[in-house]
């Protein structure tokens, strides 16, 4: 059986096991006049047939079919002749891949490879027989959980509670995804990490000066050693932030500071939300925008004025990503200027200061906590943001502070090692974990504290 | 004598005001002029951007036709005697007809430089030409065939012809050529169904999104019906139920961190744990889907948490003042109140989730694929990585097409923010 069939069928059965439920409590109270005689609702009865009818086997499916592709590759493993079962695992891989493609019918095995094709038809046995062993087990287990509750159910059977227990552990369950997602994050990322530092020491990847991730692929290759000095990447990274928050910051913030005291109520509501279509563009759009009409503007520009500036400068990268921020920075920053109260901004122009001085002397003052809040967000936004320097930033780890210059970044590199075929275990594609690991702490270190002063700050007020 | 002095302090004062006020209104026109300038940047881009944008791909949903006189010969399609019409040498048709046009072209490296005019796709029209109607065979007939990437630039004025002949793709000739056909009036203009219809080509003139458009397609039902469910009872439990403990705390903190942490880091996730640990084939739409609702489920739970929130206390006071208990207060009561509002939240991550490629490049949704997706575990690409992809290439007339695409994918975005503010605005109450 199909495991979707099987989930249906499942559904099914506790469909039925609802209304039998259901029955078997009216009949219980001695009939539908008579329900008020029941603890609960007659529904919860119905509903507590149900959720240990369907959960149990559901659970059990889905714990199978993960499990399932792993015990079916031990199985065919253990039946190949031994010469094959003495490979290395990356040419077992291969094999078992071809048995996968010979038994779906996507390739067809040589006639004198009969090792493969007993392997297919091993392959294929074991599988049917897996989806009939868990289709009898699910359905097995659906019934004998349907049976066991029904014979639970009298009149005084307190089934509400049960289900809302049921009901709260799924909501639990639901709100822990969150953290396990967290939980993930780090341990994968740290694993290979880990697995990366085994090979290239720590001090090289934090304080090596020179990155160039080619490692050879043949003992006897020349000239790809792969050196793993990850330095050239922070400053770029660092360059193209810089850039990128001298952009957002001034303006995000004369907009935010323009929106909030000088605009009129209706170019308020007209540029607020065109300035918010900018935060609505897609990453990808702003790297077309920044590497086919930025770049080229900019270059003609340094040209014209005798400058030399390489195609893919830091400066067009980081000035589409700043004006890409211009709506965090904006609007954490109007929240800020807002928070502070109102008696404040009274007072300075009661005492006769101008708007611009109020501004300046006492609202911003008030408001810098919250500002700066945001800003660490905007930073860490901006270190993190993939596709423009993906797309408009260069390749080559140039150690430079020179914006005219190519640089690239920590994202740019996790992408090009990660991105087409290679095999997993080489330094090459850990180094993007362990870069990935970098970066996922960066942001989350800046993310806490700007994410803490932004609360502390807006509690002040309050 | 102290009032007097007090008066002349005052006048001293007042003047020193009336001399600096001069200077501080023009600081306060400065300072409000730079304001005014800030927030015309942002909208000066937004401007700059969709000009630019529109300009360079409301070209690339027309396309340019050349018709060609074809004799759809026997001796071609039927060498046997027996029609093969599935694998017939249709380019033969093609190039014969175009060879009739020009008559007086006969080297064969001119004759060769002339069947470049049309798409290497010509023969394809033919074929689907001839199986609708299938009295063409041997019969004569006129039929459009989509020109050449280059022929099609230049009929769109990308291609300047006054450049030196060494830097144009086209060559003197070819221009001759296309001039002549224009006079005849061969040369059409007509809707680039085809970028609607195909899959991804090598070809610019057959390169179209239909795949790209499904496998975004797939993603986000995956996404959705993860992302949803999960999202509103993760925000129900911690509005609802949560004790204000330590562990609440926890799960508070984290989910805010989670809607920063940088969307690659996501994709390098999918990639260890989707596809190394579990096992899910690459470049699946089934693995785009779960990185994205992963993606999205921190924005659709602070959206119906806030949701949540905007329902009134007195609505769950009543509720259990009658009787009902806490999980039927939040689910007959609560839950229907701040549905709307919850919605409009999951079709905001959604539209964000529509837009995100720097995941979707970790788990190798960026290979070259022409078949459109038919399940969720077939390789696919997704809108914007096919954007990136087309943005890679060299040809200008991909080029064109990627500003298409674009203008493509935030129509869509552009209907989804409109359905989510009109579903605020419609649903919104006042309590």
Known sequence: MQPTTLALVLIALSVMGFYLGRNRALAAAGGPRRNLRLHSLPDYYGYYVAIWCLLPALGLVSLWISIEPRVIEALVVSGLPDAQRALSPGQLDLLLNNVRNVAAGAAAAGDSDTALKHAAASFQEYSRASRQLLAVASLGLATIGGVVTLRHISADFRARNRVEDAFLALLIIASSVAVITTVGIVLSVLFEAIRFFREIPLTEFLFGLNWSPQTAIRADQVGSSGSFGAVPLFTGTLLITTIAMFVSVPVGLMTAIYLAEYSTRRVRSVAKPLLEILAGIPTVVYGFFAALTMAPAIRRAGEAIGLEVASESALAAGVVMGIMIIPLVSSLSDDAINAVPRAMRDGALGLGSTRSETMIRVI???????????????????????????????????????????????????????????????????????LGLVLFVATLGLNVVGLQVVRKYREQYE | MKARAAELSTRGTRKAVEAGLGRRHRKETLFHMFGLLATAVGIVFLGIFFFSLISKGASAFTQTFIELEIEFSEEVLAPGGEPDLQYADYDALVRDALWREFPAVTDRRERRELT???????????????????????????????????????????????????????????????????????????????????????????????????????MLIVTIALSFPLGVAAAIYLEEFAPKNRWADLIEVNINNLAAVPSIVFGLLGLAVFI??????????????????????????????????????????????????????????????????????????????????????????????????????????????????????????????????????????????????????RFARQW
């Open chain 1, 364 to 434: 911003l003052p008030a408001a810098l906590p919250g500002i700066i809040g945001g800003i660490l967000l905007a930073v860490s936004r901006a270190i993190g943001e993939t596709m423009i320097v993906v797309m408009a930033a260069g390749l080559a780890a140039n150690l430079t502070a020179n914006p005219f210059e190519a640089v690239t970044t920590v994202t740019v590199q996790i992408v090009t090692l990660l991105v087409g075929d290679q095999e997993f275990d080489s330094a090459k594609t850990l180094a993007a974990f362990a």
């Open chain 2, 116 to 218: 470049r005019l049309v798409s290497a796709a010509a023969g394809y029209r033919l074929r689907d030409a001839i199986a609708e109607n299938p009295d063409l065979l041997g019969a004569r007939q006129r039929v459009s065939v989509p020109a050449s990437a280059d022929i099609d630039m230049l009929a769109k004025g990308n291609i300047d012809r006054n450049q030196a002949a060494a830097q144009r793709p086209l060559s003197d000739r070819q221009l001759h050529w296309i001039d002549s056909l224009a006079e005849r009036g061969r040369l059409q203009t007509k809707f680039n169904a085809a970028l609607f219809t195909n899959g991804d080509s090598r070809e610019p003139e057959l390169a179209g999104i239909q795949g790209a458009l499904l496998g975004s397609f797939y």
């Open chain 2, 276 to 425: 190394n640990w579990i096992g899910i084939p690459r470049s699946a739409p089934l693995v785009g889907g779960l990185v994205l609702a992963l993606l999205t489920l921190p924005v659709i739970i602070i959206a119906s948490r806030a949701a949540i929130k905007s329902v009134p206390p007195s609505i769950r006071e009543a509720a259990l003042g009658v009787g009902a208990s806490r999980m039927q207060v939040v689910f007959h009561h609560v839950l229907p109140l701040a549905l709307p509002g919850m919605l409009t939240g999951a079709i905001i991550g959604m539209s964000r989730a529509l837009g995100e490629t720097a995941p979707l490049l970790m788990i190798g949704m960026v290979a070259f694929i022409v078949d459109p997706p038919s399940g969720f575990t077939d390789p696919a690409t997704a809108l914007p990585v096919q954007i990136f992809l087309w943005a890679d290439s060299p040809e200008r007339a991909f080029a064109e097409r990627t500003s298409a695409a674009i203008i493509v994918l935030l129509a869509f975005l552009l209907v989804m923010n409109l359905a989510a503010i009109i579903m605020r605005k």
